[in-house]
């Protein structure tokens, strides 16, 4: 009887878990509904690297017009001032003009409108066409319009068909490629297009290609760059017989700024060259510069542009720039320390004099 017991109490604690575990399963996704309809509901994000789909200058908004039906219109402009009612049609190859359209482009543009557009008949296998009814055939002409604009977006030489009686103008999808990536916003009557790199408003953010870029993270590596530096000098002097000084760079008060200077003279020296402790007005010498740039990106967290330069009188005749990442924290080394100015006041003092 015990036993009995035992198992139904167990069995009964089992299905009300069970039971709780489904109920809390259901309540989420009608809170989620629930907060939806509110506008509180927020869907995860999705991580993405396209820049263009998170970048708002990547992207234009047109707007647009939605029927009943579901049919999608737009405005275009044809040529300068020709305002053209289009309806996107994914059915359609290319853009496609009305009779009515056609006439409105003439009397803008005098008898040819040949500054709008131009229209020749295409050839005899395609000049007629089949529609979906059996057995009908409309004549059309292969056109070429001086320019389309759709939104901000100008289109130039846009290959279109003007159909001869035809009522519709229709945007097909050999244009709507032209748009590049787009998407319909039906609540908001909008069409959001992130232009193709032809019609961009501003250019593709794409990566530069790299190849690995050096760390300094050591004296030691200090000691290298100045190794690497001479030589490249050397080379560039050749013959170059006249003596070489640093002088002491005042804007840049840092452990690398000191230790460089040391470092660049003991290479110069290994290589034959000879370094002014001292210049004189009588010694013709060239003068070597160098100067410390940092800067700080998320990551990595700081780099370093080093350039050094040799100067004769006005006149540059080397200068080389080498960017370097820096370890953590280490921009301190590189970097004047910032001038600390301390303000006091003196209380209790009867006059200027007293207070002495």
Not at 76 to 92: C, K
Not at 107 to 128: F, H, I, K, W
Not at 342 to 349: D, P, Q, R
Request: hydrophobic letters at 40%.
């Amino acid at each position: 009887m015990t036993k009995m017991v035992m198992r139904w109490l167990v069995s009964a604690l089992l299905i009300g878990a069970l039971a709780g575990c489904t109920s809390a399963g259901k309540v989420q996704p009608v809170a989620n509904q629930q907060a939806a309809v509110n506008g509180s509901y927020k869907a995860p994000q999705k991580i993405t690297f396209d820049y263009d789909e998170v970048d708002p200058h990547g992207q234009v908004s047109i707007p647009v017009e939605v029927s009943d039906n579901g049919d999608i219109h737009l405005y275009a402009i044809i040529g300068d001032s020709t305002r053209v009612r289009f309806r996107l049609d994914t059915g359609a190859t290319t853009v496609t003009l009305s009779q009515k359209t056609r006439s409105r482009l003439i009397q803008a543009d005098g008898a040819s409108a040949a500054a709008v557009y131009s229209c020749r008949p295409e050839s005899t296998a395609n000049m007629l066409f089949s529609l979906p009814e059996p057995d009908e055939t409309v004549e059309s002409k292969e056109c070429l319009l001086d320019q389309l604009q759709i939104g901000p977006i100008k289109f130039s030489k846009v290959r279109s068909r003007y159909i001869v009686g035809g009522e519709s103008d229709l945007l097909g999808m050999s244009f709507l490629a032209e748009l590049g990536e787009f998407t319909i916003d039906i609540p908001n009557s909008v069409l959001i297009a992130r232009p193709s790199d032809t019609y961009r408003l501003i250019p593709r953010a794409s990566f530069f290609p790299t190849e690995d870029q050096q760390i300094v993270a050591a004296m030691q590596h200090w000691d290298t760059l100045a190794q690497m530096e001479v030589a490249r000098i050397v080379e560039a002097l050749q013959d170059d017989l006249r003596p070489l000084w640093i002088p002491a760079n005042m804007e840049i008060v840092s452990p690398f700024a000191g230790a460089y200077a040391d470092l660049l003279t003991k290479y110069f020296i290994q290589n034959g060259k000879t370094v002014l402790a001292i210049q004189s007005e009588e010694d013709d010498a060239l003068e070597i510069h160098y100067k410390i740039l940092v800067v700080e990106h998320e990551n990595p967290d700081k780099e370093a542009l080093i350039t050094t330069s040799v100067i004769n009188g006005s006149k540059v005749v080397f200068s080389d720039s080498r960017v370097y990442y820096l370890s953590k924290n280490d921009h301190k080394n590189y970097i004047s320390a910032p001038d600390t100015e301390v303000a006091f006041k003196v209380v209790g003092c009867d006059d200027q004099d007293s207070c002495s």
